[in-house]
């Protein structure tokens, strides 16, 4: 395999690639696929610690089990989403803002409720930028584009 720039990128690499996509878009990948990845991880991490908890309190390690699942499936769902919002795949665009709406409302409510953690208002506020660079001008005309290419099936 050649490492020329002219050389196709296939398979792993092409999941990396962010060349043609507007700045903004490829800040928003990035914050995407990042919190997906630290979303992810943290979930599985946090399922193999609840294991432990099991010991002591049942109950609640099947809720903390439960939650960690949730996580990780939201960072999974992250993951997904950003790869084909890279794609010009209007649902995916979609799917990340509704991503953003979950995670403000669930920091209001830990807010209220005076649980959770201050890191909420911050992964809250992040996902709320890269969501606003989703629906910039530039992003707009992306996405246009990439669906008059036929890269937005009615999936």
């Known amino acids: 395999m050649s490492n020329s720039p002219s050389a196709p990128r296939t398979g792993f690499t092409r999941m990396f690639a962010v060349a043609g996509l507007p700045t903004g878009l490829k800040v928003s990948f990035w914050i995407w696929f990042m919190g997906g990845m630290l979303g992810l ?26 939650l960690m699942v949730l996580a990780a499936g939201v960072g999974a769902a992250q993951i997904v989403f950003a790869l084909a919002m890279k794609e010009g795949k209007r649902r995916a665009r979609l ?40 629906w910039l ?5 992306f996405f246009a584009a990439a669906g008059r290419r036929g890269n937005t099936s009615s999936e």
């Open 41 to 66: 991880l943290g979930g599985i991490l946090g399922m193999l610690a609840s294991l432990v908890l099991f010991v002591a309190a049942p109950g609640a390690a099947t809720l903390v089990l439960l």
């Open 95 to 134: 799917g990340l803002t509704a991503l953003t709406g979950i995670t403000l409302v669930l920091a209001v409510a830990n807010g209220a409720m005076g649980v959770g953690q201050a890191g909420n208002w911050a992964a809250s506020l992040i996902s709320l930028a890269a969501t606003v660079l989703l």
């Open 137 to 141: 001008p530039r992003s707009q005309a």
